[in-house]
Structures are given as C-alpha cells and as structure tokens.
C-alpha cells in the first residue's frame, strides 16, 4: 500500500494537483482500503459499489463528499493502477443544485464590524472586496498589491491559473492602514511563523466567530464572501462575463448560478397580479 500511496502522490504531483487535493484524494483511497482491509489493487467494480452504498445509505456523506471519494478512485484506478475499463464502472452522484449561501451588503459589513484582529479584517474584507478564494488570498504576497496600477495579482488559483483583478481605492486604504500597524515582509497575511501563510483553517475559524457574533446565517463561511462578491455586482449592473474573468471561472456556466439569487431582475418583474385587465373589445 506504502508503494501505491507513494506513486499516486507522484502522480499528482507531476499533473500539478494541489497540496491539498493531493492529501483529500489519498486520505479518500485510504478509507476505502480501510474498509475492507485489503489493499485497493485487489479491489473492484463490485467493492466500489459496496462502498459507496455504505458513504450514502449509512453515513449519509453529502454530494460534495461523495464527490470527492469518487473523484479520488477515478485518479487511482485510471492513472496509478492504468484501469481505466473500471473508471466507467464508477458512477458520479448526480450534481445538486443548490444555491449559495449570500450575505446582503449590511450583513457582510456587519460581519466584518465583528473582527476585532486588523489582519483577520483586513484578510477577510479582502475575500469579499475582490472575490477571492481562501486559499487565494491566503498566498498573497506583498509585492502582489500594485498600489500604481491599482491590481492584484493572483498566482495559482484553481486550476493553477494567475489572473489580474482591480484593487479598489476602498480596499487600497484598508491594506495601507493594515500594513501600517503589521508591516508584514513577505506574505501579506503571515501565520505565527513570518516566513508562512496564514492558513485557511486559521481564517475558516475566525469566520465562525465573526458569524457567530454578528448573529448571521449559520451555514456563512469565507467562500460565502466571494458569493457575496459576485451577486452584489450582478444587482449592480456588471455584466456576467466581466464577474467570470473577475471570479476566474473557467466556465461561464459557473458564473450564472449567481443570476438565480440575484434581485436585481427578479425585483423588476411585474406580477400577473398587476398586469392591466384585457380589453372586452
């Protein structure tokens, strides 16, 4: 199993999978070998199904779970064992539709008033002024803030991808008055060792706490500021495309599940209520 574990991390690595889908993935292959005690190579179609039925019908893991373990034994049986006859034999859970959790514009300033910490305000008004993820604003770096060019460079987002979003002047003066008091050196938002980013666990818990004393929906976390982001732009008139470059969708479709929470034409609807009687002419 150490032999697999060691050349599936490869893999991955030479395909440029993130550190933390690298861990996700074999954590996934490992509880599946787990579960029947056996190594994964002596596995089939058979043990998947069987495993999969007990993820649903007995620890009832949500879509994202469920994903996340099919995706992991896709990896594993078609690129580290080479089976890919047995990939198509591992069916996906069908996609759920859920719409995002979406703070209004009072509720994420009011949660923002909640962070006493000037670096976790600051990181955090970040994530919802430029509609980044965690993992994105976390591994900023100084020299990424272009005070000149009014930008910020974003390196490796999903999909490995960089892209330029605009700094606004609001957001300009919240990291000035932030690198005033923490003149931070390398990373923007340094851990308790300077020489490292702060993690995103680290931001997810003071996301919690903020909620929590701000009073706001429960199931609000940081990503819930990059929709928040998205949709506050969609009510203000920015076209669709402009917010998929801004958010580094590779997909428009993405991008549109924010016109389903959008107000903007929503509210502009006339009900059938309200339309003029027909004419009896």
Same mark, same amino acid.
């Given at each position: 199993?150490?032999?697999?574990?060691?050349?599936?991390?490869?893999?991955? =690595?030479?395909?440029?999978?993130?550190?933390?889908?690298?861990?996700?993935?074999?954590?996934? %292959?490992?509880?599946?070998?787990?579960?029947?005690?056996?190594?994964?190579?002596?596995?089939?179609?058979?043990?998947?199904?069987?495993?999969?039925?007990?993820?649903?019908?007995?620890?009832?893991?949500?879509?994202?779970?469920?994903?996340?373990?099919?995706?992991?034994?896709?990896?594993?049986?078609?690129?580290?064992?080479?089976?890919?006859?047995?990939?198509?034999?591992?069916?996906?859970?069908?996609?759920?539709?859920?719409?995002? %959790?979406?703070?209004?514009?009072?509720?994420?300033?009011?949660?923002?008033?909640?962070?006493?910490?000037?670096?976790?305000?600051?990181?955090?008004?970040?994530?919802?002024?430029?509609?980044? =993820?965690?993992?994105?604003?976390? !591994?900023?770096?100084?020299? @990424?803030?272009?005070?000149?060019?009014?930008?910020?460079?974003?390196? !490796?987002?999903?999909?490995?991808?960089?892209?330029? %979003?605009? +700094?606004?002047?609001?957001?300009?003066?919240?990291? =000035?008055?932030?690198?005033?008091?923490? !003149?931070?050196?390398?990373?923007?938002?340094?851990?308790?060792?300077?020489?490292?980013?702060?993690?995103?666990?680290? %931001?997810?818990?003071?996301?919690?706490?903020?909620?929590? !004393?701000?009073?706001?929906?429960?199931?609000?976390?940081?990503?819930?500021?990059?929709?928040?982001?998205?949709?506050? +732009? +969609?009510?203000?008139?920015? @076209?669709?495309?402009?917010?998929?470059?801004?958010?580094?969708?590779?997909?428009?479709?993405?991008?549109?599940?924010?016109?389903?929470?959008?107000?903007?034409?929503?509210?502009?609807?006339?009900?059938?209520? @309200?339309?003029?009687?027909?004419?009896? @002419?």
């Amino acid at each position: 199993m150490r032999h697999l574990r060691r050349r599936m991390i490869e893999d991955m =690595r030479v395909r440029g999978y993130s550190p933390k889908t690298i861990k996700d993935y074999v954590r996934c %292959v490992a509880r599946f070998a787990e579960h029947f005690r056996r190594s994964p190579a002596r596995l089939g179609a058979e043990e998947i199904r069987e495993f999969q039925v007990y993820l649903v019908m007995h620890e009832k893991v949500s879509y994202g779970v469920h994903s996340r373990f099919v995706a992991a034994l896709r990896f594993f049986y078609n690129v580290t064992l080479d089976t890919p006859v047995l990939v198509h034999k591992i069916p996906h859970p069908k996609v759920e539709k859920k719409l995002p %959790v979406v703070p209004g514009r009072e509720e994420v300033l009011r949660f923002l008033a909640a962070v006493p910490n000037i670096k976790h305000r600051t990181i955090l008004t970040t994530c919802y002024a430029v509609g980044l =993820r965690v993992s994105e604003v976390t !591994r900023l770096k100084v020299e @990424d803030i272009n005070s000149t060019r009014k930008i910020i460079h974003v390196h !490796r987002g999903k999909g490995r991808r960089d892209r330029i %979003v605009p +700094l606004s002047d609001s957001l300009l003066e919240v990291l =000035r008055e932030y690198w005033r008091a923490v !003149r931070p050196r390398t990373w923007l938002f340094p851990g308790r060792d300077p020489d490292q980013p702060l993690s995103s666990r680290t %931001v997810e818990y003071v996301c919690q706490r903020a909620r929590k !004393r701000a009073g706001l929906h429960p199931k609000l976390n940081v990503h819930s500021l990059r929709h928040a982001f998205a949709t506050h +732009l +969609l009510d203000a008139g920015t @076209d669709v495309r402009k917010i998929q470059v801004l958010l580094g969708h590779q997909s428009l479709r993405t991008t549109q599940t924010y016109t389903h929470v959008s107000m903007r034409d929503l509210l502009g609807t006339t009900s059938p209520l @309200d339309l003029p009687a027909p004419s009896r @002419d």
